[in-house]
């Protein structure tokens, strides 16, 4: 695990897309995914399915140096709550970058001020799971913070692993024309559409993607990437930062590193992915 990135001379690593949540929450999310298996669809295995003080060691251990507690609402009066829980994760486990979410509702922009002046780093928007148009007028004046208080947005809005109302790129392009500074981490990579999301972020400077499950055995038999992006994909090595979806993946966490390495796009473009770029970002030194 930890040779993956000690060769390149890294201190560690920066994942921004992992899971912590109150454990009741997850434990609806783990069912999800399980529901996935007994369903027929997929077989969905928690590789990483232990108590939270179990999971933040593990990242110790794989050399993760700063990581998130990525956490959605699925209904009104939700995010707010979570938001509560989230702050106070973030203050006791070293670490984490303090993270909060939102949903389309009234008083929104209100407790959206409130985590940023409470020092979050980064938000987390699910469009898929919270059903939601990002466009949505009860979120107006939530962008509007955002992108003035430059914090990032990881954004769920890519169709997989199952396509919602509201996901898909444009939705995003719309949200984009509206508001060009937001500091939107398009999650997945965007997959399926990949290169579409792709166009957004050559399209303005703060759009990122997070390599979540991307290039993964897992996705590529579900929604390989494209070959024909890859230059894409090495042009916007400075906009690529690494996800992983811990603890909620079906395979070893050293498997989404590797499958960044197999890529070939050389070791400075692993050097910004694995590290730098989230660095920067976030002011990790």
């Known amino acids: 695990m930890r040779a993956c990135w000690e060769r390149l001379g890294l201190p560690g690593l920066i994942d921004v897309h992992t899971h912590f949540m109150p454990e009741r929450v997850l434990r609806k999310v783990w069912a999800y995914f399980d529901s996935f298996g007994a369903s027929g669809t997929v077989e969905w295995p928690i590789t990483y399915r232990h108590e939270e003080e179990r999971r933040v060691a593990l990242l110790g251990e794989f050399g993760v140096r700063a990581f998130t507690s990525m956490l959605y609402p699925h209904k009104a009066g939700m995010a707010e709550w979570l938001n509560g829980w989230s702050v106070e994760f973030a203050r006791r486990t070293p670490g984490c970058l303090h993270t909060a979410t939102f949903y389309p509702e009234p008083g929104a922009d209100r407790y959206v001020r409130e985590a940023v002046e409470a020092g979050a780093r980064v938000f987390k928007s699910h469009v898929q799971v919270g059903a939601y148009d990002p466009n949505d007028p009860l979120l107006d004046g939530v962008w509007g913070l955002l992108a003035e208080a430059g914090v990032p947005v990881v954004m769920h809005c890519g169709s997989g692993p199952e396509p919602g109302k509201h996901t898909g790129p444009e939705p995003v392009a719309r949200l984009l024309a509206r508001h060009p500074r937001l500091r939107i981490v398009v999650a997945h990579m965007g997959m399926p559409e990949y290169a579409e999301f792709f166009a957004l ?11 979540t499950m991307a290039f993964t055995d897992f996705s590529e038999g579900l929604m390989p990437f494209p070959e024909a992006e890859l230059g894409h ?12 979806d811990f603890p909620n993946i079906p395979y070893p966490y050293v498997h989404q590193l590797e499958s960044l390495e197999r890529l070939g796009l050389g070791d400075a473009w692993l050097r910004g992915v694995l590290y730098g770029n989230a660095a920067r970002v976030f002011g990790v030194e």
């Open 233 to 244: 994909l090495a042009d916007l090595g400075d906009r690529v930062l690494l996800g992983s």
């Open 201 to 211: 972020a050559e399209r303005y400077d703060e759009v990122r993607l997070d390599t």
